[in-house]
């Protein structure tokens, strides 16, 4: 018997695949917070009772798709695919989760976005929050993130200590949706942020140089790495990378 779950394959009898996944889950030390939004493929379904024989009450099944009615799919005891229906949900049956690292180690530069833990402890720092960089690694464990883009667009360039734990990495994607530069970067086969001599750019912050916020420039050279026009270093917005110029 096979089985893909999240992109990777199991192979086994049944009973082989239930010892897997529950060897698998003794092993994970990950905690489970109740979710505040609509469950997604990932969040993890926790039955308070049932009459199912292949359902353990208090068991974390991870859900493996939500099919076209809203239910969330998962695989059960009896390695079976099985349906946590909404129409149960008001009955207080099952509660959706998601998994939250007790202690997840993050990097001054690292881009993070909220848990929906995060909503019932935070105002501003919560899953309004679309995108956040960690600024300072805080001595008593909180971490200092800047709002980078936020539903509300007040609170970006914003500064928060907040508590670590209801926070992951931000996925590739995510920043690319969050900042469309480093997007533009990607498709270059470049890193977020790497510009070239020859690049035309405008200029979003001066950072107290003599460069004019708005006007466009060509990047022609480098101080330590960092991009300048005629020696100055400022915030340069990529207009059109040096690839695509068709004057050189």
Not at 11 to 17: A, D, M, V, Y
Not at 40 to 60: A, H, L, M, P, Q
Not at 138 to 160: A, M, P, S
Request: one cysteine or more; proline letters at 3%.
């Amino acid at each position: 018997m096979k089985m893909n779950i999240a992109g990777v394959e199991y192979e086994g009898s049944p009973q082989e695949l239930k010892e897997l996944f529950d060897l698998l889950s003794e092993e994970s030390k990950e905690e489970y917070r109740k979710v505040v939004r609509s469950p997604c493929e990932g969040d993890y379904v926790r039955f308070n009772e049932s009459d199912d024989d292949d359902i353990t009450v208090g068991k974390y099944y991870e859900i493996i798709t939500i099919d076209d009615d809203g239910d969330a799919v998962f695989i059960d005891d009896s390695v079976s695919v099985n349906w946590a229906l909404k129409a149960l949900f008001d009955e207080g049956e099952f509660e959706f989760f998601e998994k939250v690292a007790p202690d997840p180690k993050f990097e001054v530069g690292d881009y993070i976005v909220a848990l929906s833990a995060a909503d019932e402890e935070y105002f501003y720092t919560n899953t309004d929050m679309k995108l956040g960089k960690v600024v300072e690694i805080c001595d008593d464990g909180e971490i200092k993130i800047e709002v980078v883009r936020h539903e509300n667009d007040l609170y970006e360039g914003q500064t928060f200590e907040v508590d670590p734990r209801l926070f992951r990495k931000a996925y590739k994607e995510e920043v690319d949706i969050a900042l469309p530069q480093n997007a533009i970067f990607t498709k270059l086969g470049r890193k977020p942020g790497e510009f070239k001599r020859g690049d035309i750019v405008r200029v979003i912050d001066s950072v107290g140089g003599d460069l004019v916020v708005g006007e466009i420039y060509e990047i022609d050279g480098f101080n330590d790495d960092i991009e300048t026009v005629g020696g100055w270093a400022a915030e340069f917005e990529l207009i059109a990378p040096v690839e695509s110029r068709v004057d050189l």
